[in-house]
T-cell receptor, first 113, second 113 residues
Framework: DSGVTQTPKHLITATGQRVTLRCSPRSGDLSVYWYQQSLDQGLQFLIQYYNGEERAKGNILERFSAQQFPDLHSELNLSSLELGDSALYFC????????????FGPGTRLTVT | QQQVKQSPQSLIVQKGGIPIINCAYENTAFDYFPWYQQFPGKGPALLIAIRPDVSEKKEGRFTISFNKSAKQFSLHIMDSQPGDSATYFCAAHTGAGSYQLTFGKGTKLSVIP
């Protein structure tokens, strides 16, 4: 158990809908990272927050957004969902902003029908 | 553009064998190279990592070999066990403002008794 928690574990929704995925980092970690894992693209970095501020952006679609709250939990919002958004979404956390030792949560499996 | 190339895609070894997974990269700005282990239904777990100024690192039965001039690194698993059967991902960290991990496509390892 990495200490990173994610909810929900599974999510099934329809195209065009909006969902919110939640992540709580390990105790003491200030950085949160979001990744998407799909069979064809593998693990892709989406976005990083450090102590409430956006720090780095990867291959994140404009339909997706994230934020980190004062208690350091983070939410990833996915809107106007498409079939191709079906994937595993992982959150990871690290102590510092540099992103060296990242610890992953168990993931949320999103299915868009 | 795939920045970290991982091979093989799958690997089957007998118990006690030494599976070797290889990764290659092009970006000389990468400054940290972790390996992650992922079991079905779980998030990736940090296994071992190395920095480019070190040629080898051992932790238990896991060893990373790093060749900076060739821009290649590999994971060796000594005395492999059926419990090591998992998917292994190499990754490379970009520092200096980007702070993201770029992952290889993964290697599915099966250790047969």
């Amino acid at each position: 158990d990495s200490g990173v928690t994610q909810t929900p574990k599974h999510l099934i929704t329809a195209t065009g809908q909006r969902v919110t995925l939640r992540c709580s980092p390990r105790s003491g970690d200030l950085s949160v990272y979001w990744y998407q894992q799909s069979l064809d693209q593998g693990l892709q970095f989406l976005i990083q927050y450090y102590n409430g501020e956006e720090r780095a952006k990867g291959n994140i679609l404009e339909r997706f957004s994230a934020q980190q709250f004062p208690d350091l939990h983070s939410e990833l919002n996915l809107s106007s969902l498409e079939l191709g958004d079906s994937a595993l979404y992982f959150c990871a956390s690290s102590v510092a902003a540099g992103g060296y030792e990242q610890y992953f949560g168990p993931g949320t499996r999103l299915t868009v029908t | 553009q795939q920045q970290v190339k991982q091979s093989p895609q799958s690997l089957i070894v007998q118990k006690g064998g030494i599976p070797i997974i290889n990764c290659a990269y092009e970006n000389t700005a990468f400054d940290y190279f972790p390996w992650y282990q992922q079991f079905p239904g779980k998030g990736p777990a940090l296994l071992i990592a190395i920095r480019p100024d070190v040629s080898e690192k051992k932790e238990g039965r896991f060893t990373i070999s790093f060749n900076k001039s060739a821009k290649q690194f590999s994971l060796h698993i000594m005395d492999s066990q059926p419990g090591d059967s998992a998917t292994y991902f190499c990754a490379a960290h970009t520092g200096a403002g980007s702070y993201q991990l770029t992952f290889g496509k993964g290697t599915k390892l099966s250790v047969i008794p």
